[in-house]
Structures are given as structure tokens and as C-alpha cells.
């Protein structure tokens, strides 16, 4: 089947927002009382993102500075994020995941990746593996440096 780059872009395009919209539902359904969903954004965009500043994770999710600023000082009191100057810049924070973030993180994760496997197990095993595929193409694809990628990006899981 040859499939043109726009046929490929229309199906992403318009299968992305429901699995979105999927991710988001298990995130609120599965959080922590803890964990917010913002915080749980925050924690899965530290988890790939060595040394983020404030700005980066504020334009990320979205938020003003001062109102990032306020959720991060949460996050770094529970014990879930890091807060350190950069060695050459002191006026400058980066901002690193710690190891009890991180498991927050995975718990959050967790009960989503059940959910989600349980749907794809109804699939059969060819149109799995297609799917895995697909998956791996869109990720060498999205994940090049420099490539766009959007501020507000609505699902991390």
C-alpha cells in the first residue's frame, strides 16, 4: 500500500488528539491525591529534559513565570524536584528530577500503561507490532534535536 506523506499526515493528525484525550482521562483518573496534573506534566518533561530553567518548563506547560515559579517551590518542598544554580550563571536555576519525583512519576504512569495495554491487547498481534512501529517512525521523527515541538503540549504519559 503506498501511502502518500500527506494520507500520513492526516491520520496523525487525527488519531494524536484522541490518544491525547485518552492519556489526559487515565492522568486525572489515576493521580495521586498528591499529584496534580500540571505536576505530573511538569515531572514527566524534567524526566527527559537534563537541567531545565524555569522559563523552559513554564513555556512548556504553558504558564506564567511567577505562577511556575509558585508550583515549582511545591514541587521542590516535596522533595520532587531539584532546584540548583547553574555553575556559570548564578542568576540562572536548573531545575533536575529527583529519584522520589521519579517514582511519582512511574506510579502515575503505571496504572496508565494497564489501561492502555489492556485496549491494545484487543488488537491482534500483527496490528500490535504495527502499531509499536508506527510508534518508533513517529519518535525518531518528533524527537530529533531541533525539531518543533509544541509549548503547550497536553499529554505526558
Not at 505562577?67 to 531545575?95: C, F, H, I, K, Y
Not at 524527537?143 to 515541538?149: M, N, Y
Amino acid at each position: 500500500m503506498n501511502v502518500t506523506a500527506t494520507q500520513c499526515a492526516r491520520e496523525v493528525l487525527e488519531t494524536v488528539p484522541l490518544v491525547m484525550r485518552f492519556f489526559n482521562e487515565q492522568v486525572r483518573r489515576q493521580r495521586t491525591p498528591r499529584l496534580s496534573l500540571p505536576q505530573i506534566r511538569t515531572l514527566a518533561f524534567l524526566s527527559r529534559t537534563d537541567q531545565a530553567s524555569l522559563s523552559a518548563v513554564a513555556g512548556y506547560l504553558g504558564f506564567s513565570l511567577p505562577t511556575m515559579s509558585r508550583a515549582m517551590e511545591g514541587m521542590v518542598a516535596n522533595g520532587w524536584v531539584d532546584r540548583r544554580p547553574v555553575a556559570n550563571n548564578r542568576r540562572q536555576v536548573a531545575l533536575t528530577l529527583t529519584a522520589r519525583g521519579a517514582a511519582m512519576l512511574e506510579q502515575a504512569r503505571g496504572g496508565i500503561r494497564t489501561e492502555l495495554a489492556t485496549l491494545v491487547g484487543g488488537l491482534p498481534p500483527a496490528e500490535r507490532a504495527a502499531v509499536t512501529s508506527a510508534m518508533h517512525s513517529l519518535r525518531r521523527v518528533f524527537d530529533l534535536p531541533g525539531a518543533a515541538k509544541p509549548a503547550a503540549h497536553q499529554g505526558d504519559c
